[in-house]
T-cell receptor, first 114, second 115 residues
Framework: AQSVTQPDIHITVSEGASLELRCNYS??????LFWYVQSPGQGLQLLLK??????LVQGIKGFEAEFKRSQSSFNLRKPSVHWSDAAEYFC????????????FGQGTTLQVKP | DARVTQTPRDKVTEMGQEVTMRCQPI?????VFWYRQTMMQGLELLAY????????DSGMPKDRFSAEMPDATLATLKIQPSEPRDSAVYFC?????????????FGPGTRLTVL
């Protein structure tokens, strides 16, 4: 069965420090992978997505993610975190049914210390 | 800047009352998804539509929830009767219907509180 695991429920980093949020997926073929961000009181916004090709994907707000097939991972990174990055981050995989349905992970809450 | 809109943004009601939430998908999008978000369960898919037809509503409690798309510009989610356990944030999202790689665009959500 398809699934997405985000091992870290909550992460705290200092402003200016680097960030890596982990995402592992279970999927029988090459997946479509997504990272969404949810700021407090807001809906989810797409940060980036991976379909095929270059395994390092650039997104909005200075984020990037790397697809590693051998590790079934799609970790999100940012070299220098800003206070405004404090939010909840969701990793998702496109369902094999080809309906556009997404399977979301449980989310990682990012707290940024001044 | 095209956006998904949802109304109302906040709703407080009493147990047993009917609740209707509305969503206007982005013009030209032909898939609509309804999600419920709670602290305990996270983000749950309730139902989704393509070209106004329901594709799957297995995530929805059938006895009290119903979802419809009266036309291409409006999706509704109704709860009747509402219960305190329905308290959550309900999100609508729309997409172009491009299959597994489709991006979903989320609305701001409706925060429902059932007393």
């Amino acid at each position: 069965a398809q699934s997405v695991t985000q091992p870290d429920i909550h992460i705290t980093v200092s402003e200016g420090a680097s960030l890596e949020l982990r995402c592992n997926y279970s999927y029988g073929a090459t997946p479509y992978l997504f990272w969404y961000v949810q700021s407090p009181g807001q809906g989810l916004q797409l940060l980036l997505k991976y379909f095929s090709g270059d395994t390092l994907v650039q997104g909005i707000k200075g984020f990037e993610a790397e697809f590693k097939r051998s590790q079934s991972s799609f970790n999100l990174r940012k070299p220098s975190v800003h206070w405004s990055d404090a939010a909840e981050y969701f990793c998702a995989v496109g369902a094999r049914s080809n309906t556009g349905k997404l399977i979301f992970g449980q989310g990682t809450t990012l707290q940024v210390k001044p | 800047d095209a956006r998904v809109t949802q109304t109302p943004r906040d709703k407080v009601t009493e147990m047993g009352q009917e609740v209707t939430m509305r969503c206007q998908p982005i013009l030209g999008h032909n898939t609509v998804f309804w999600y419920r978000q709670t602290m305990m369960q996270g983000l749950e898919l309730l139902a989704y539509f393509r070209n106004r037809a329901p594709l799957d509503d297995s995530g929805m409690p059938k006895d009290r929830f119903s979802a419809e798309m009266p036309d291409a510009t409006l999706a509704t989610l109704k709860i009747q009767p509402s219960e305190p356990r329905d308290s959550a944030v309900y999100f609508c999202a729309s997409g172009l219907g491009q299959g597994a790689g489709d991006t979903q665009y989320f609305g701001p959500g409706t925060r429902l509180t059932v007393l």
